[in-house]
């Protein structure tokens, strides 16, 4: 395998802008946001990088979210994603400019993209970070994710090898600000490409007819956890986020418990949400869960047992039974988010 040791040339932090049918994956955003730190730290360049057809408008959102320069390369043989000719693409713009740093999202397209380049690279990769940051001593990357079920925040370095690549989940690190009429310098390039090489051929895309519940993009969240204790009892929380106009969230518990289907699983080994209000509604606070929705702007816990860690966390914590708690909820937002006078 090769090793790129010689690690002294390369600079520049880099964000690969995951585009699908034309539309960016917010999650790019989120690491421009994210990038922009580090590369504040290192006093260096922050740069996107745009594979597909037809996609150069999208290096627009790149610049008002604070990219200095896109790298941008357009094939036909990239209009769908396949991995060969992306990872052929990215792994050679890597070698040509040598950035320090390259940042994907952990979402299904930049898990695979990102496992083939680190290994056609021979460098480190970090899946799933949920804290990245640098030491000023030696201007390494910190790459912080959880280990062993969650129990343990590991945070790992790669010393030797470049670029270091890290992946981070959706929602995790936050949306940047658009900085309106923001720009930057545009580096169009041009490769050669032969269907051939693609090795997989894409014959139709199908779109998802139950789209999942788009947990991650949900601004309010009414999560139900094991004390929710019955499917009948969950009528209580689809009453409330109706009331809000919120959605349904759930911890593995309940989910085991087959009261609502795993897409709506918050945690660590389901979605990570960042909504304005999370309701954790008869759940304990179990550290898998908690990575899933600390981001969250407001927490609002509601636990019989004052003793649940939940409450070490919540912004707002009522203690009682969640059958009279969730009800009353219900009955007052109804009445205050009722049209006219109040
Ligand atoms: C590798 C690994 C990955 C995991 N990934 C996830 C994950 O992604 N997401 C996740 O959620 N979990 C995950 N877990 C499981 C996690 O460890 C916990 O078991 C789970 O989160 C517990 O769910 P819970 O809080 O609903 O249930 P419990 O821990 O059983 O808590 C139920 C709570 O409800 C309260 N309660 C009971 N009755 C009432 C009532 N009538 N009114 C009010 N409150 C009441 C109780 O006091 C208690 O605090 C994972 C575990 C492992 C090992």
Redesign the pocket.
Known sequence: MPANTANAGYRGVWVFIEQVGGEVAPVSWELLGAGRQLAGALGVELAGVLLGQGVAGLADGAWVYGADKVYLVENPVLAHYRTAPYARALVQLVKQYQPEILLLGATSLGRDLAGAVATALGTGLTADCTSLTIDPETRLLEQTRPA????VMATILCRRHRPQMATVRPRVMPMPSRQEGRRGELVRLDMAFNEAEARAEVIEVIEEKNKAVYLDRAEIIVA??????SKE?LRLLEELAGVLGGTLG??????EAGWLPPEY???????TVRPKIYF??????????L??MQGADVIVA????PQ???FKIATYGIV????E?VPALTAEFRRRLAPGPA
């Open positions: 062993f079920g969650g129990n139900g956890g094991r004390g929710v204790g009892n759930a911890s593995r518990a309940a989910v699983q918050v945690g660590q080994t389901g979605v954790a509604i008869g759940i304990s606070g179990a550290i898998q869960h990575v899933g509601v636990n019989n047992d649940a860690p939940i009682g039974d969640l059958r708690v």
